[in-house]
């Protein structure tokens, strides 16, 4: 398996999370309560799935890959995905903060926080998987040679284990299909 088609199935749960996202912010809205178990474990898939493990592999072996082949960094689309994943970090900061928040003082405050966050950063992430899918990994795919994809995927395989392990791997597959079940 190329290494560009390894993110881009982890693209496909991301944007599964970010659907369910999204619908929670709107039920939010109309209900004015959330379940706040819900949002914390979303917080973790985020955290570990797409952050550490998923980006870690972008940040630490494809774009230095991608690097080396000639694409630039600076003011390139390495560098413009280096910033969505840093704003994206602040939008997930800000949503454990408003869990946290109405955890404790249960305020209309803390759910327009939530809101904001989950509305955000499913907007910033659905767009930076659009350019990844679309642009980057193009780019990836025709400057890397087919080692070089082999060499990442494999690669690609022990940051999955490293960071969040087979049975993690497979547990936030399910709970992302639970959460479909509910919101979507």
Same mark, same amino acid.
């Given at each position: 398996?190329?290494?560009?088609?390894? $993110? @881009?199935?982890d693209h496909e749960s991301i944007?599964?999370?970010?659907?369910? +996202?999204? %619908?929670?912010?709107?039920?939010?809205?109309?209900?004015?309560?959330?379940?706040?178990?819900?949002?914390?474990?979303?917080?973790?898939?985020?955290?570990?799935?797409?952050? @550490?493990?998923?980006?870690?592999?972008?940040?630490?072996? /494809?774009?230095?890959?991608?690097? @080396?082949?000639?694409?630039?960094? !600076?003011?390139?689309?390495?560098? +413009? +995905? /280096?910033?969505?994943?840093? !704003?994206?970090?602040?939008?997930?900061?800000?949503? /454990?903060?408003?869990?946290?928040?109405?955890?404790?003082?249960?305020?209309?405050?803390?759910?327009?926080?939530?809101?904001?966050?989950?509305?955000?950063?499913?907007?910033? $992430?659905?767009?930076?998987?659009?350019?990844?899918?679309?642009?980057?990994?193009?780019?990836?795919?025709?400057? $890397?040679?087919? %080692?070089?994809?082999?060499?990442?995927?494999?690669?690609?395989?022990?940051?999955?284990?490293?960071?969040?392990?087979?049975?993690?791997?497979?547990?936030?597959?399910?709970?992302?299909?639970?959460?479909? @079940?509910?919101?979507?």
């Open positions: 398996m190329k290494a560009t088609a390894d $993110l @881009k199935n944007l599964l999370m970010l659907q369910v +996202m999204t %619908a929670i912010s709107k039920r939010i809205r109309t209900e004015n309560k959330v379940d706040t178990d819900h949002i914390e474990k979303i917080i973790d898939f985020l955290k570990n799935f797409a952050d @550490k493990s998923h980006h870690g592999k972008e940040e630490e072996l /494809l774009f230095p890959a991608m690097e @080396k082949a000639g694409i630039p960094n !600076e003011g390139g689309p390495i560098g +413009m +995905m /280096l910033q969505d994943h840093t !704003e994206g970090r602040g939008y997930i900061a800000g949503l /454990l903060n408003s869990v946290e928040n109405y955890k404790t003082s249960g305020s209309d405050t803390s759910l327009q926080d939530m809101i904001y966050n989950l509305e955000n950063y499913a907007e910033l $992430l659905s767009q930076h998987i659009d350019k990844e899918n679309h642009i980057l990994f193009m780019i990836a795919d025709s400057v $890397l040679t087919e %080692a070089q994809q082999d060499l990442l995927y494999n690669e690609f395989e022990k940051v999955v284990e490293e960071r969040i392990g087979e049975e993690k791997f497979i547990e936030y597959h399910e709970l992302i299909q639970n959460l479909k @079940k509910i919101y979507l």
